[in-house]
């Protein structure tokens, strides 16, 4: 279970995040207008993946493919499993070109917010996420690269504001398994039959958060989150966004208005002996589009994974 300590907090940030509702049907809907991203729009994809082979799984590096083109006809990309030494994430009060956040040789990434309807603040030194919520909608980060972060113990942010009726919020981590081949963005291991069928076949592992009256700190272990498919629990190696949804139950759920603030947020741990710290914003932006999410909350275009 997260555990919640209550800690007054102040929000208003940049970019977006990807969202799954926390009533949900666990991935099934994909967005139709897609995550909208804060980071530039560098980046280019490998080369496509080679024709012929009976196999549907090959795999690729970032910037190169191998393999044939079976099944779906999409390739997984592998984890690098860049291991982090600081627990430093963002706080927002940093950051680079294009939102951007961090500096190699620490973690580095940008934020996410879908649909694009909504809306991020980041000049008070946190992200803000505002709007009206009629969808499958959320906000994140994303890393640049596929991380390491298994030598941490879970995730640490600060929220407060409004984030609807219901007070909770859906946390997802974004692994490199559990996320649909995206070759845009050169990511993901997790392929899937047909675009039809990818945000239930690749759905990230969650846990729903009660979010205090006033705002608090969220405290998350790796162990609190389930449900991802194909592989149902979080697997801290091999980390590529955090994201969190806004609650939507579907057509028949009714509208309503979000202002949510997120700041601080870290893996829960000291930092790793003999590691650099996270450093300031950096000026290199992630590719430039973002994957729809929906209920499987894929957002955040990052780096080679």
Excluded at 187 to 214: L, M, N, Q, R
């Amino acid at each position: 279970m997260a555990r919640v300590a209550l800690s007054a907090l102040f929000f208003s940030s940049v970019v977006g995040f990807v969202a799954c509702s926390s009533s949900d049907d666990g991935g099934a809907r994909p967005n139709a207008n897609g995550a909208s991203n804060s980071g530039a729009t560098g980046g280019s994809g490998g080369s496509n993946a080679g024709s012929g082979g009976s196999s549907g799984t090959s795999t690729t590096t970032a910037g190169t493919s191998s393999g044939g083109s079976g099944g779906s006809g999409v390739t997984a990309f592998t984890c690098a499993g860049t291991a982090l030494t600081s627990p430093e994430i963002t706080d927002f009060t940093t950051l680079g070109a294009m939102n951007t956040w961090g500096a190699a040789p620490g973690a580095t990434g940008g934020l996410f917010v879908y649909p694009p309807a909504l809306t991020v603040d980041t000049s008070a030194g946190n992200m803000t996420v505002s709007g009206n919520v009629a969808d499958y909608s959320g906000f994140g980060v994303y890393f640049n690269a596929c991380s390491d972060a298994s030598a941490f113990d879970g995730l640490s942010f600060d929220i407060s504001g409004n984030v609807g009726p219901s007070a909770k919020l859906k946390l997802s981590l974004q692994t490199h398994s559990d996320y649909p081949v995206d070759s845009v963005n050169m990511k993901g291991g997790c392929v899937y039959t047909s675009e039809a069928t990818k945000h239930t076949e690749c759905v990230p592992p969650s846990v729903t958060v009660d979010i205090p009256e006033g705002g608090g700190t969220l405290t998350v272990a790796w162990a609190d989150f389930a449900a991802g498919k194909p592989v149902v629990t979080a697997d801290p190696s091999e980390i590529i966004g955090i994201q969190l949804a806004f609650s939507w139950a579907g057509a028949t759920d009714t509208a309503y208005d979000v202002e949510a603030s997120l700041d601080n947020v870290h893996f829960l741990g000291d930092e790793v002996p003999g590691g650099g710290g996270a450093g300031g914003a950096d000026g290199a932006a992630g590719a430039g589009s973002s994957t729809g999410g929906a209920d499987s909350g894929l957002g955040g275009a990052g780096g080679a994974g």
